[in-house]
């Protein structure tokens, strides 16, 4: 049955833990190219903050997904699916292996088991209410709304992401349905892929340590000169794209919220919290396979190695690829 599903790998892992350069000695070895499946490389002029790939990061391999919206535009899982949708159509078409790579898990179970979003008709007035209601009694007090009538949701979304937290809140009032409850019936699709869904982790403390380098060399490397663009360009802190880690915070320093000391550990802080999100999600996904980097001790090549082995044996990529 799987052999007459087309062929996909997902590579994907909690933030900082080098996914990657993984990626790109990945698509070397199978002739593959690359759909990004992170919330922030999509967007132009936020490079540094997002850990954009650079162009001579990438090698030549071609990559979908990355520096393609405007700041000012909404980026949202619908979007996401139908763009990442059209890049499989031309990946395929080229002869090539597509390799999903990026920490959005959510992107991911879209893609991976073509999942249907909602058709609803939209609230917008309900929405509007529920916008106001933010700013006026906070984002915690929003987000409590969800725990009665959809405890999943509560439990998975943040109370910070108010344009989700108001999609699930949303998505009730206009069907009495909780979106988790949809979204469930939605993951438990058989896959039209014949893929393979690795997982690059570290242990935590690892982790951890790569994450603060990776902001402090943010930092030197001028992501506050960045946000400040960004800022003179327009963009205020309500818009999605500015609700990016490192982004936010920085702008509240800008706006003379906090110092930049504070801004950098909040920024380290709440990355490393996100890394915990990424994984609790990772761990309740189906079929994935863990590349734990300390079994390989941390030699890229003998964790490539493994990877071929496994598309291998999948039959996603021939016998002869492995050695590549």
């Not at 790579?101 to 609803?120: D, H, M, R, S």
């Not at 990776?214 to 960004?230: A, I, T, Y």
């Not at 915070?249 to 380290?268: F, H, M, P, Q, R």
Request: hydrophobic letters at 35%.
């Amino acid at each position: 049955m799987s052999l007459n599903k087309r062929p996909l790998v997902v590579l994907t892992g909690p933030t900082s833990v080098g996914k990657t350069a993984l990626s790109i000695a990945l698509a070397k070895a199978v002739n593959g190219a690359i759909i990004s499946a992170d919330s922030m490389q999509v967007y132009k002029h936020m490079d540094i903050g997002s850990a954009k790939i650079t162009k001579e990061e990438m090698d030549g391999v071609p990559h979908y997904l990355v520096d393609v919206i405007s700041p000012f535009e909404e980026f949202h899982i619908a979007r996401f699916k139908e763009l990442a949708d059209k890049a499989l159509e031309e990946i395929y078409e080229s002869g090539k292996l597509p390799i999903v790579v990026g920490g959005t898990g959510f992107y991911i179970q879209a893609l991976l088991y073509q999942v249907e979003f909602a058709k609803q008709d939209q609230d917008f007035s309900f929405r509007s209410e529920q916008e106001a209601y933010a700013k006026e009694f906070g984002n915690h007090a929003l987000h409590e709304k969800l725990r009665d009538i959809d405890p999943i949701s509560y439990e998975k979304i943040h109370e910070n992401n108010v344009k989700r937290v108001i999609r699930a809140l949303e998505y009730y009032h206009l069907t009495k349905t909780p979106i988790s409850k949809h979204n469930e019936e939605e993951s438990q699709k058989e896959s039209p892929y014949n893929f393979a869904y690795f997982v690059l982790n570290d242990e935590r403390e690892q982790l951890y340590q790569r994450i603060d380098t990776r902001v402090d060399r943010m930092v030197q490397n001028g992501l506050v000169e960045e946000v400040q663009s960004l800022k003179a360009m327009g963009c205020t802190k309500d818009m999605v794209s500015m609700q990016g880690l490192g982004y936010k915070e920085i702008l509240d320093y800008l706006d003379g919220n906090c110092s930049l000391e504070e801004a950098i550990d909040t920024v380290k802080q709440e990355t490393r919290h996100f890394a915990k999100r990424q994984l609790t999600w990772f761990r309740r996904e189906k079929d994935v396979i863990w590349l734990n980097k300390q079994d390989f001790s941390y030699e890229e090549d003998r964790i490539l190695k493994k990877m071929l082995d496994i598309l291998s044996d999948k039959g996603i990529i021939g016998k002869g690829e492995k050695g590549h």
